[in-house]
């Protein structure tokens, strides 16, 4: 194991990446809460942490989990969001980038995770799978019914 | 994202989770890289170091919680401005000696003694420091000394008066004493 580099570098690096899988699964209001909440946890594991061998995909956990929790604390009410069909409806126009994260936003934990992580920082699906803390096949299936359901939504 | 991160060190810091805060601040010289602990500063690296290489060694030697947090460092900042201004001749800091140990540190304490404007030889740092024939020793810890500035070791010389070494290279510690000469009254 080679030493842990200073935690500077992971913010330097991530944080954001961080911050766009938060807004895509919590919302731009609730993102910076969630943003803190995830370096702090990180900032108090991190002289302990064994293995250096993917920082990224461990900050990524992180978040997804405090996304989660997040979501658990507000009582899994639905985001804060424009109605879906409204918003798909509302318009001829492609639906802009804040509107196709309030429809991520609206996903399903897992499948909103997925896509959040695969688009908004491009991670491979065996990174999600280590994120998401489940196998690259699962991660593949999460992402699969996510982006079927937003071309519903979106069509 | 500048506000978010500014907001986290506070944060990280009021939880005890900052354990060094480092910022960047301007010299005639160059850029110096200034790094504290919660007890007080602990690193100057001078403008020849790599200021990466510096990070990596204090998050190997004090803790990884390594955050870039100069509101942390804005009276370091501002004493070193005036030092730098020729305003200000004794630094009221406190200081953190963590990162030298045994004889070093005791060097170093006694270097940190020395007035502005005045010189020590190497013998005479070696005495202070409760052996006078570890000439050599003292040397050592002048180079290796990590609160350079702050901890004035570019006032030791040689016995004869000659420059000796300085890790920020020699013309920044003649630069060093002249101005401090040009000071004194």
């Not at chain 1, 994260?101 to 896509?115: C, D, E, H, I, M």
């Not at chain 2, 200034?34 to 500063?41: C, D, E, H, I, Y």
């Not at chain 2, 803790?63 to 005036?82: F, G, H, T, W, Y």
Request: proline letters at 7%; hydrophobic letters at 40%; a neutral charge.
């Amino acid at each position: 194991m080679t030493a842990l580099p200073p935690f500077q570098t992971l913010l330097d690096e991530h944080a954001t990446d961080v911050m766009a899988v938060l807004r895509g699964a919590v919302g731009r209001a609730d993102a910076e809460d969630c943003f803190q909440e995830t370096f702090l946890a990180a900032l108090r594991a991190y002289p302990k942490l064994g293995d250096n061998g993917n920082l990224r995909g461990w900050l990524l956990t992180i978040a997804h989990r405090k996304a989660i929790d997040h979501h658990r604390a507000n009582g899994r009410r639905p985001l804060p969001v424009a109605d879906p069909d409204e918003l798909a409806g509302a318009t001829a126009e492609p639906v802009l980038d804040d509107g196709i994260w309030a429809l991520v936003g609206a996903l399903p934990p897992k499948q909103r995770a997925a896509v959040a992580l695969r688009y908004a920082c491009d991670l491979p699906h065996a990174e999600i799978a280590a994120a998401l803390g489940c196998s690259p096949d699962a991660a593949r299936r999460s992402l699969h019914e996510g982006m079927k359901r937003l071309r519903k939504e979106l069509a | 994202m500048k506000a978010e991160l500014e907001h986290l060190a506070v944060r990280a810091a009021a939880e005890g989770l900052l354990d060094v805060a480092y910022a960047s601040v301007d010299s005639p010289y160059g850029p110096l890289l200034v790094a504290t602990t919660p007890r007080g500063l602990v690193k100057v690296s001078l403008p020849a170091y790599d200021p990466e290489e510096t990070l990596e060694d204090l998050a190997a030697r004090i803790s990884p919680r390594v955050l870039e947090a100069p509101a942390r460092l804005d009276e370091v900042r501002r004493q070193l401005d005036n030092y730098f201004d020729g305003r200000l001749r004794e630094f009221d800091l406190p200081l953190d000696w963590q990162l030298s140990k045994g004889f070093r540190r005791r060097a170093l304490r006694a270097i940190d003694r020395i007035p502005y404007g005045k010189t020590r030889s190497y013998t005479q740092i070696a005495a202070s420091a409760g052996n006078e024939r570890a000439v050599r020793a003292a040397g050592t810890a002048c180079g290796s000394n990590p609160i350079p500035i702050v901890v004035p070791c570019h006032r030791v010389l040689r016995s004869g008066g000659a420059l000796g070494g300085y890790g920020g290279g020699l013309p920044m510690k003649e630069a060093l004493l002249e101005m401090e000469r040009a000071g004194l009254p």
